[in-house]
């Protein structure tokens, strides 16, 4: 079965400072990789996605997010953060062998101090 | 419409009566997911729906949760006798989905549910 760590509770950045959010991911076959934002009382809305191909991949918003097969992760990223950045990040996965439901992360919750 | 509609945003309903919320998909999207999230919590599948094929129900948490979908479009998530844990943000996604499908889902602004 598939499944989505995200270690960190909470992470907290200094405005203009680089900024990660960690995710690691358990499947059986290959995985479909995607990062999540929530603002407050919002839906979740896409950010970046991994299929296949370069392990860096760019979204929306100037996040970034790279796939490390080897350490079966998926970390989001982005050069300098901004006060607006603060939100809730989901990490999320689809396992190619099931395809059915993604199964996302606990969440991370980003505090941009300005 | 453009994106995932979700109605009522907000629902208050007393313990013990039944209630219904609506998630209507974004067109031609196959692939439909009901998850529920407490309060600043992660996101629990309840339920997923793709094409014609029998839904996925292995995330409804007992048996007074059901869902439909009518059509192959619009979703109705049925809690019956609501209790208090019930109380969470409901929300819908859809997907261009299938086996394999590497696209991503569009989610809802949600349906807040509160049971008093």
Do not use: M
Request: hydrophobic share 30%.
């Amino acid at each position: 079965a598939q499944s989505v760590a995200q270690p960190e509770d909470q992470v907290n950045v200094a405005e203009g400072n680089p900024l990660t959010v960690k995710c690691t991911y358990s499947v059986s076959g290959n995985p479909y990789l995607f990062w999540y934002v929530q603002y407050p009382n919002r839906g979740l809305q896409f950010l970046l996605k991994y299929i296949t191909g370069d392990n860096l991949v760019k979204g929306s918003y100037g996040f970034e997010a790279e796939f490390n097969k080897s350490q079966t992760s998926f970390h989001l990223k982005k050069p300098s953060a901004l006060v607006s950045d603060s939100a809730l990040y989901f990490c999320a996965v689809r396992d190619t062998n099931y395809g059915q439901n993604f199964v996302f992360g606990p969440g991370t919750r980003l505090s941009v101090l300005p | 419409g453009a994106g995932v509609s979700q109605s009522p945003s907000n629902k208050v309903t007393e313990k013990g009566k039944d209630v219904e919320l609506r998630c209507d998909p974004i067109s031609g999207h196959t692939a439909l997911y009901w998850y529920r999230q407490s309060l600043g919590q992660g996101l629990e599948f309840l339920i997923y729906f793709q094409g014609n094929s029998a839904p996925d129900k292995s995330g409804l948490p007992s048996d007074r949760f059901s869902a439909e979908r009518t059509g192959g479009s619009v979703s109705t998530l049925t809690i019956q006798r609501t209790q208090q844990e019930d109380s969470a943000v409901y929300l819908c996604a859809s997907s261009l989905g299938g086996l394999g499908a590497n696209t991503e889902a569009f989610f809802g602004q949600g349906t807040r549910l509160t049971v008093v």
